[in-house]
C-alpha cells in the first residue's frame, strides 16, 4: 500500500541554525502538501506543490517536489523560536492524502 | 466563517460504549474526512466523503461508522469503543477537485476509551 516516509522524526537547533525535513513515497504523487502542528494543536496547511521539480518559497521557508514527484523537503533557514512545531508532509494519491509520521522541531534559544 | 467545528473537546468511554464524534463545516466544502493521531504514527486516513450521500473507507476503517446526509455535516461513530481507539480525532474539509489545495482541520478531539 501507499507510504510516505519522513526523517528525521525530532531535530533539535539552535535558534538561527536552519532545518530540513524529507518526505519519500513508495508511489508516484499527484500532489504533496505539507502543514504545521503545534503542541496540542491541529495540522495547519501550508502549501501544496503539483509540479515535477516545484519550488516554493514563503519567508524562510522552501518546499521542494523531486522530478519523480516520490520525495520533498521542506527546509527553513534560520529558524525561530516560533517555528517550534511538529511538521508533517502529505502525498495525495489523487483521491486520499497518507501523512508522513512528521518531524518534531525543537529550537533551542 | 467558523470553518471546521468538532464537538466534543474531549471524551472519556468505557469499553463497548458507543458515540458519535460531531463535525461540520460552513465553507461549502465537498470533501470531508476524518483521521486519528496517535503518537508518532502521524494522521491516518479513517473514512472520507467527496459529497453529501457518497463515503467511503480510508486507511484504517474498522470500528467506525460515517454517514453524509448534507454538505456541511460529517458525524464520526464508533459502534463498540475499544482501548485502541483511544487517540485524537480530526476532521477536515476541502474542495473536491484533484489539487484542490488547502485543507482546513478542525480542534480535534481527544478520545480516551477505558
Known amino acids: 500500500g501507499q507510504q510516505v516516509m519522513q526523517i528525521p522524526q525530532y531535530q533539535h537547533v539552535q535558534e538561527g541554525e536552519d532545518f530540513t525535513t524529507y518526505c519519500n513515497s513508495s508511489t508516484t504523487l499527484s500532489n504533496i502538501q505539507w502543514y504545521k502542528q503545534r503542541p496540542g494543536g491541529h495540522p495547519v496547511f501550508l502549501i501544496q506543490l503539483v509540479k515535477s521539480g516545484e519550488v516554493k518559497k514563503q519567508k524562510r521557508l522552501t518546499f521542494q517536489f523531486g522530478e519523480a514527484k516520490k520525495n520533498s523537503s521542506l527546509h527553513i533557514t534560520a529558524t525561530q523560536t516560533t517555528d517550534v512545531g511538529t511538521y508533517f508532509c502529505?502525498?495525495?494519491?489523487?483521491?486520499?492524502?497518507?501523512f508522513g509520521t512528521g518531524t518534531s522541531l525543537t529550537v533551542i534559544p | 466563517n467558523a470553518g471546521v467545528t468538532q464537538t466534543p473537546k474531549f471524551q472519556v468511554l468505557k469499553t463497548g460504549q458507543s458515540m458519535t464524534l460531531q463535525c461540520a463545516q460552513d465553507?461549502?466544502?465537498?470533501?470531508m474526512s476524518w483521521y486519528r493521531q496517535d503518537p508518532g504514527m502521524g494522521l491516518r486516513l479513517i473514512h472520507y466523503s467527496v459529497g453529501a450521500g457518497i463515503t467511503d473507507q480510508g486507511e484504517v476503517p474498522n470500528g467506525y461508522n460515517v454517514s453524509r446526509s448534507t454538505t456541511e455535516d460529517f458525524p464520526l461513530r464508533l459502534l463498540s469503543a475499544a482501548p485502541s481507539q483511544t487517540s485524537v480525532y480530526f476532521c477536515?474539509?476541502?474542495?473536491?477537485?484533484?489539487?484542490?489545495?488547502?485543507?482546513?482541520f478542525g480542534p480535534g478531539t481527544r478520545l480516551t476509551v477505558l
Open positions: 502529505a502525498g495525495s494519491d489523487g483521491n486520499q492524502f497518507y
Open positions: 477536515a474539509s476541502r474542495r473536491a477537485f484533484e489539487n484542490a489545495g488547502t485543507q482546513y
Open positions: 465553507m461549502n466544502h465537498e470533501y
